[in-house]
């Protein structure tokens, strides 16, 4: 069975500091994987997807890299600002499972002014 | 907005109360999903309704009763839920069931009593 995990659960920075969220999965046979951000009260956006053919995504300040082989992927935060405050989950669609996603816990981002 | 809708965005129901959850997208989508997100676990495929019919039942109690009647509205019916049963019901919808893009409603944030 699929299993993805986050690390940090949380994760509080100052204004304009670079981080890295962690995501790891349990089976590399995944169709793609993708990070979504989630502001309180509020469904998912999605931020990223990668294929499973593929190494890395960017946009913008954002990059999100794939290591399918050690079950891996990091979303990288350029000059963090506190509107990137949000709960930022991954998610690994996999094969036979209706081509459905399987989330990760998420990990809270708060970026102080 | 995303084009999801979700009513009402709180409820609060005794455990032998019967309620109706609404979601309704403006997309032009074929596909709708229900998640439940509680604080404890990671977002769940509850049920997947593609081109108005049920594909996915991921193994959730009956006392949780989804309806589709058309592709842009879909309803979960509630009826003798347990307090483990409070969460966050998300509504997505996508193309068709499959597609890499979702688009999630804000939820319904739901208290059993």
């Known amino acids: 069975k699929q299993e993805v995990t986050q690390i940090p659960a949380a994760l509080s920075v100052p204004e304009g500091e670079n981080l890295v969220l962690n995501c790891s999965f349990t089976?590399?046979?995944?169709?793609?994987l993708q990070w979504f951000r989630q502001d309180p009260g509020k469904g998912l956006t999605s931020l990223l997807l990668?294929?499973?053919s593929q190494r890395e995504q960017t946009s913008g300040r954002l990059n999100a890299s794939l290591d399918k082989s050690s079950g891996r992927s990091t979303l990288y935060i350029a000059a963090s600002q506190p509107g990137d405050s949000a709960t930022y989950l991954c998610?690994?669609?996999?094969w036979g499972y209706g081509q459905n996603f399987v989330f990760g816990p998420g990990t809270r981002l708060s970026v102080l002014p | 907005e995303t084009g999801v809708t979700q009513t009402p965005r709180h409820l609060v129901m005794g455990m032998t109360n019967k309620k109706s959850l609404k979601c309704e997208q403006h997309?032009?989508?074929?596909?709708m999903y229900w998640y439940k997100q509680s604080a404890k676990k990671p977002l769940e495929l509850m049920f997947v309704?593609?081109?108005?019919?049920?594909?996915e039942n991921n193994s959730v109690p009956s006392r949780f009763s989804p309806e589709c009647p058309n592709s842009s509205h879909l309803f979960l019916h509630l009826h003798t839920l347990q307090p483990e049963d409070s969460a966050l019901y998300l509504c997505?919808?996508?193309?068709?069931?499959?597609?890499?893009?979702?688009?999630f409603g804000p939820g319904t944030r739901l208290t059993v009593l």
């Open positions: 997505a919808s996508s193309q068709e069931q499959g597609t890499d893009t979702q688009y």
């Open positions: 997309l032009g989508h074929n596909a």
């Open positions: 309704y593609n081109f108005k019919e049920q594909t």
């Open positions: 089976d590399s046979a995944i169709y793609n």
């Open positions: 990668i294929q499973s």
């Open positions: 998610a690994v669609k996999i």
